[in-house]
């Protein structure tokens, strides 16, 4: 089956400690995105990479850290400078070419909270 | 600056009856809108997309409209069933940009 999967699913951190998210697509998909989602808010964008080895902070990249070593991973490490990180954490890919047209894919989402 | 409204915030329903939740953009250049469904939990998956020059689209029961003059879009749900619960998303994108702009959502809840 192709898509993306995220893991874990739930994740549970504590004070000070860096914890990092797995993106997995077997889509052969250029860009990929990872948002964040809280209760009543839109999602919003933390960082993007359009090609390997190459990524730009979104809106909120503060606190947070990627790499994109491969096309298919994106891996997001939530810091200890992250002051609020309790929250649901989506990442979505998309084929490169007409870009405002091409439909995001999103994974299942990881759920990270901080003791 | 982009931004996308969403109305109602929530909505609760009974099963079998008909919805409609309305998006307000202000998106420029406009490209396209589309509209997702998140169920709990889940990540958004995409319902429909929309052009400029497309004024309706349906996927099943799901018909969304768009008047890109009023820069307003709005997705009516036919003959709601329980599996409707869930997270309605308006995404629009500008034109030459691979970064969409989200709306908030309407909670959709359907009741038996």
């Known amino acids: 089956d192709g898509g993306i999967t995220q893991s874990p699913k739930y994740l549970f951190r504590k004070e000070g400690q860096n914890v990092t998210l797995s993106c997995e697509q077997n889509l052969n998909h250029d860009a990929m995105y990872w948002y964040r989602q809280d209760p009543g808010q839109g999602l919003r964008l933390i960082y993007y990479?359009?090609?390997?080895?190459?990524?730009q902070k979104g809106d909120i990249a503060e606190g947070y850290s990627v790499s994109r070593e491969k096309k298919e991973s994106f891996p997001l490490t939530v810091t200890s400078a992250q002051k609020n990180p309790t929250a649901f954490y989506l990442c979505a890919s998309t084929p490169r070419g007409t870009s405002a047209y091409n439909e995001q894919f999103f994974g299942p989402g990881t759920r990270l909270t901080v003791l | 600056k982009n931004q996308v409204e969403q109305s109602p915030q929530s909505l609760i329903i009974l099963e079998g009856k008909n919805c409609t939740l309305q998006?307000?953009?202000?998106?420029?250049?406009?490209?396209?809108l589309r509209w997702y469904k998140q169920d709990t939990g889940r990540g958004p998956v995409s319902l429909t997309i929309m052009t400029f020059s497309e004024n309706t689209k349906s996927n099943g029961r799901y018909t969304a409209t768009l008047d890109a003059d009023t820069k307003q879009s709005s997705l009516h749900i036919t003959a709601s069933q329980l599996s409707d619960s869930a997270s309605y998303i308006c995404?629009?994108?500008?034109?030459?940009?691979?970064?969409?702009?989200f709306g908030r959502g309407t909670s959709l809840i359907v009741h038996p």
């Open positions: 990479s359009q090609i390997v080895n190459d990524f």
């Open positions: 998006c307000n953009y202000t998106v420029s250049p406009f490209s396209n």
């Open positions: 995404v629009v994108s500008a034109g030459g940009s691979y970064i969409p702009t």
